[in-house]
């Protein structure tokens, strides 16, 4: 695999990691919420997300997608239940101030926050399309095995390192004093963006 190929895979990689959706929306709300160490273990877990759908890509999941479509409308409506009724515990715990300790929306350990950046890529269908479509026209078909291990790395470190960004910039302190303070809109807002995509998802 050519220095220029693996530059080019890459860089589409990371354009798809920062590019608007769930698990950016949910990086932002985490580090609000739970701060950086959570939001961190959360990107931690949003980079083994993509890496499963870029590992599931390089052995053919565009072709089985294309042989029993059935299972990419299942997961359209799986992941878009779970998306919806994320926002829907974010919605019911608006009203919950941050300091009572009480949020039904918290995460209780960096192992949920992981779990739940595992959940939140795998719900969206829309990583499994740009890998199973995108990402293996740009990977060589001679790829040696140490190339796609290499590959599979930089996705997980691009994925983690964004979001992991995204969090430490909702975590500061000074954004975190307005989160408190307008926590009832802001978890609102964040939960029916959240469900909004959960829909779009699903109408796709």
């Known amino acids: 695999m050519s220095v220029a190929a693996f530059v080019a895979t890459i ?3 990371l354009m798809a990691a920062i590019s608007p959706g769930p698990a950016v929306l949910m990086a932002a709300r985490v580090g609000l919420r739970d701060g950086l160490k959570t939001g961190a273990a959360l990107a931690a877990g949003i980079g083994l997300g993509a890496v499963f759908w870029a590992g599931a890509a390089l052995f053919g999941l565009a072709l089985l997608f294309e042989y029993a479509p059935f299972l990419l409308t299942a997961l359209k409506i799986g992941g878009a239940g779970f998306l919806i009724w994320t926002a829907i515990k974010m919605w019911r715990a608006a009203d919950v101030p941050l300091e009572d300790g009480e949020d039904a929306a918290a995460l209780p350990s960096l192992w949920s926050a992981l779990r739940l ?6 719900a969206n269908p829309k990583p499994a ?7 293996v026209g740009t990977v060589p078909t001679d790829a040696t095995p ?3 291990a290499l ?10 390192l964004w979001n992991t960004a995204v969090a430490r910039l909702f975590s500061l302190s000074k954004t975190r004093e307005v989160y408190i303070g307008l ?4 978890d609102r807002i964040f939960g029916g963006l959240l ?9 796709l």
């Open 129 to 135: 399309v740009f890998f199973g479509a995108v990402f």
């Open 146 to 148: 140490p190339a796609l």
């Open 183 to 186: 926590k009832y809109w802001i």
């Open 195 to 203: 469900a909004a995509l959960g829909v779009k998802i699903a109408a």
């Open 151 to 160: 590959v599979l790395l930089c996705i997980f470190l691009g994925e983690f």
């Open 11 to 13: 860089s589409l990689c």
């Open 117 to 122: 950046g595992i959940w939140t890529q795998l």
